[in-house]
């Protein structure tokens, strides 16, 4: 059966940077949603829904982070299997994939609609945004199932080695979401619910045209009939065993800048609007770390299914000389105009400025995370999820979130203080990404017969 990319043939450099432009376009893309709802709203409506904004985007991404640490687990194990070229194997764990991801979705919508509520008083959501944002959150979960399905098939098509498809549905979704932001926000003044449901609208009609088009392709390792919906015990369970620290990790992650957020709040509207907008020029920063992140797990898993460790450990090097440098060159940028990048996104004054302060440790974090996910990619392809688990529980819970409280304790603490607290956990999480490699050379003699059967 031949599909997608044979990722353990050919030049290493050549063929990872093949497979990441798609990804890291997509990661783009896919961050875009967030970007454009943050610009439109900042531009159109008060700042006050921009905090709504900020802060329902925040929780949401936790969640989808979370469906998006469970993809990993079924992209690896695809990618093993595909490498290995054992398609029997191969099919069952795409059909354990489409099951587990839709459901997993479905399940946490219904358990986040109870609490949705507390979460946002949790947070410290400010009185001015509280309604805004309980109605962006209420209105995304409504899309959480389709978040679900998107996952699915982008984990299958990544491990597989095509990431070009998935860039696609992301393009679509994104240039609809656009046209659906202008309707609701900028014309209809829907404010924070209307963004909501730009998202939302978008993802759906994204996810119906991506079922259409692997309907027609006859080489997709899944054919949707009914009957093909099953779960394989042994591929859910090795799916869960990678999946559930990888989401763990993600989870812990996002929750600790939950908190983070929750502390920001006690500041007032203005800071947590200027820490949002950080937030997103944050995310689009480690886009090219987060591409390789995940395009280095992906052909590190099909190369180890191909019993190629050599070949494994080239690419992550890759991955780290050219997420790395990038990484430089995006910190420049920040350290020389913060304040015109801000601006992009809010023409107030008072977040321009708190933004600024913000951004003067903060952006230290766009280095420190384009060297370390290079490596964490590649220790979630050899299938130590559990480690990467292990290096975000101390860096996350361990190391940001005491540092957080206790900058934010300082006597007339401003966003210039807190954003102490990230990069210091940061440097954490690159030495421990690094130590692995230190400590673990004998997986370098990884061998295909350690696959599942």
Same mark, same amino acid.
């Given at each position: ?28 893309l ?19 829904e ?6 329902g ?18 992209t ?13 194997? !191969?099919? #069952? ?15 946490i ?18 009185? #001015? ?32 080695? #095509? ?165 430089? !060159? !995006? ?14 996104f809010?023409?107030?004054? #008072? ?15 766009f280095?420190?995370?384009a ?51 990230l990069p !210091? ?22 061998r ?6």
């Amino acid at each position: 059966m031949k599909m997608g990319n044979d990722l353990t043939r050919g030049p290493v450099a050549k063929t990872l940077l093949r497979f990441a432009t798609p990804y890291l376009i997509a990661n783009l893309l896919n961050t875009l949603y967030g970007i454009v709802d943050m610009f439109i709203v900042g531009r159109f409506a008060s700042s006050m829904e921009l905090s709504a904004v900020s802060i329902g985007a925040m929780v949401m991404m936790m969640i989808n982070f979370l469906l998006m640490g469970l993809s990993t687990g079924g992209t690896v194990i695809v990618g093993n299997f595909a490498g290995a070229k054992k398609d029997k194997e !191969l099919r #069952e764990t795409v059909s354990t994939v489409f099951c587990i991801l839709p459901l997993a979705a479905i399940i946490i919508m219904a358990v986040l609609m109870f609490l949705r509520e507390p979460l946002l008083v949790l947070i410290n959501t400010p009185e #001015e945004a509280f309604s805004g944002a309980k109605a962006y959150v209420s209105i995304c979960l409504v899309g959480m199932v389709f978040s679900g399905f998107y996952n699915a098939i982008a984990s299958v098509y990544r491990g597989i080695g #095509e990431s070009k498809t998935p860039m696609i549905f992301v393009g679509i979704s994104c240039v609809l979401n656009i046209i659906a932001d202008i309707i609701c926000v900028a014309w209809l003044n829907m404010g924070a619910a209307g963004a909501a449901l730009a998202t939302t609208a978008s993802q759906a009609v994204s996810v119906i045209i991506g079922y259409i088009y692997i309907k027609r392709n006859k080489n997709f390792p899944f054919d949707f009939r009914p009957s093909s919906f099953r779960i394989y015990k042994e591929r859910a369970r090795r799916i869960f065993s990678l999946g559930l620290p990888a989401a763990g990790q993600e989870l812990l992650v996002n929750a600790s800048f939950i908190v983070l957020e929750a502390v920001v709040n006690k500041l007032g509207y203005v800071s947590t609007a200027a820490a949002g907008v950080a937030d997103r020029i944050f995310g689009m920063a480690v886009i090219p770390a987060g591409a390789f992140f995940g395009a280095v797990a992906a052909m590190v898993a099909q190369n180890q299914g191909a019993g190629r460790p050599d070949r494994s450990h080239k690419c992550m090097r890759v991955g780290v000389l050219v997420s790395g440098g990038l990484g430089v !060159l !995006l910190w420049i940028v920040m350290a020389i105009i913060p304040a015109a990048v801000i601006s992009i996104f809010s023409p107030d004054k #008072e977040v321009i400025a708190a933004g600024v302060e913000y951004m003067v440790f903060f952006k230290f974090d766009f280095l420190l995370f384009a060297f370390a996910f290079p490596v964490l990619g590649y220790i979630n392809g050899m299938g130590h999820t559990k480690y990467t688990l292990l290096v975000n529980i101390v860096s996350a819970v361990i190391v940001r979130l005491p540092l957080v409280y206790f900058f934010s304790a300082i006597p007339g603490a401003t966003l210039y203080h807190i954003g102490m607290a990230l990069p !210091l956990a940061s440097v954490v999480q690159l030495l421990m990404a690094y130590a692995y490699l230190l400590f673990a050379k004998g997986e370098r003699n990884y061998r295909r017969d350690r696959l599942p059967s």
